[in-house]
């Protein structure tokens, strides 16, 4: 009994310690000001003549130009991210390519899925391939699909959304890529 309470009381006065010890700091902080909303125009606009001293005329005010008004700021409209142009899909080598690959590929192609290079479509392909054969599923199989058909340089957005490439890409190889 008094093992389990003198433990409990030693964590918590260690606790205790470290919140205590945690809490005490030199205030060292890096920010040498308060920020402002103001512009530096609107800031610059401001007179910074010295105020006259008790007992003594104040100066005449020298003809100062007024400042011009700045016009409120409109917000712009959000831009669409900038996207890089789809690079154009490279000749293939198809002196290296086995006929089943240059099978895979033409199947793509005819699905409007042109990759960059055949090794894309190959290394997808090889990865369906893999997941079929341990019995993994088209939804398990789809987030690395899309996400490697949408890392195509070639790949573009605005000819079909990336998670019917994705599908396209499973089931071309589904059907013509997979042996056995």
């Not at 909303?37 to 610059?44: I, M, V």
């Not at 409109?74 to 831009?79: D, L, T």
């Not at 789809?142 to 994705?166: I, L, Y």
């Amino acid at each position: 009994m008094y093992r389990t309470r003198g433990t409990l009381l030693g964590v918590v006065a260690a606790v205790a310690a470290v919140g205590l010890l945690a809490g005490c700091g030199d205030d060292d902080s890096t920010a040498t000001g308060t920020p402002t909303l103001s512009t530096p125009a609107a800031a610059s606009s401001v007179s910074s003549a010295p105020a006259p001293a008790p007992g003594s005329e104040a100066p005449a005010p020298e003809a100062e130009a007024p400042a011009p008004e700045a016009a409120p700021e409109q917000p712009e409209a959000p831009a669409e991210p900038e996207r890089p142009a789809p690079v154009p899909p490279q000749e293939a080598d198809t002196g290296q390519l086995s006929e089943t690959e240059q099978t895979y590929l033409d199947e793509l192609a005819k699905q409007g899925v042109t990759p960059s290079i055949p090794e894309y479509a190959l290394d997808i392909g090889n990865y369906v391939c893999q997941g079929v054969a341990a019995g993994t599923s088209d939804a398990d199989m789809a987030t690395f699909v899309t996400a490697m058909a949408g890392s195509d340089p070639s790949f573009d957005p605005a000819k079909m959304p990336v998670e019917q490439a994705g599908q396209i890409y499973i089931n071309t190889a589904k059907s013509s890529y997979c042996q056995g």
